[in-house]
Nanobody, 114 residues
Framework: QVQLVESGGGLVQAGGSLRLSCKAS????????MSWYRQGPGLAREFVAA????????TYVNSVAGRFTISRENAMNTVFLQMNSLKAEDTAIYYC???????WGQGTQVTVSS
């Protein structure tokens, strides 16, 4: 069974950077389409970014385009979210999602102080 474990969240000042990681179990990670979502305080969970199984296709929500970069290292069974120029409104729990299995990670908290 596929499991997803996120890491890399924390507290950062506005304008700073964080890099989130999501490590997946399983032997066929290279066949998984992966995404990042987030849920801010009192808000619904929203899509942030997605990456195809090969890594050659990426998509972003408009609010993070140009600041966030999604990438993956299939040899490490890991997908990353590099977050730069962070804003207070980026504060949320960030979740990793595997499209193939409809599975979520446990989430990692990102807090941006203004």
């Amino acid at each position: 069974q596929v499991q997803l474990v996120e890491s890399g969240g924390g507290l950062v000042q506005a304008g700073g950077s964080l890099r989130l990681s999501c490590k997946a179990s399983g032997r066929t990670f290279s066949s998984y389409d992966m995404s990042w979502y987030r849920q801010g305080p009192g808000l619904a969970r929203e899509f942030v970014a997605a990456i195809s199984r090969s890594g050659d296709s990426v998509t972003y929500v408009n609010s993070v385009a140009g600041r966030f970069t999604i990438s993956r290292e299939n040899a490490m069974n890991t997908v990353f979210l590099q977050m730069n120029s962070l804003k207070a409104e980026d504060t949320a729990i960030y979740y990793c999602y595997c499209t193939n299995y409809g599975l979520w990670g446990q989430g990692t908290q990102v807090t941006v102080s203004s």
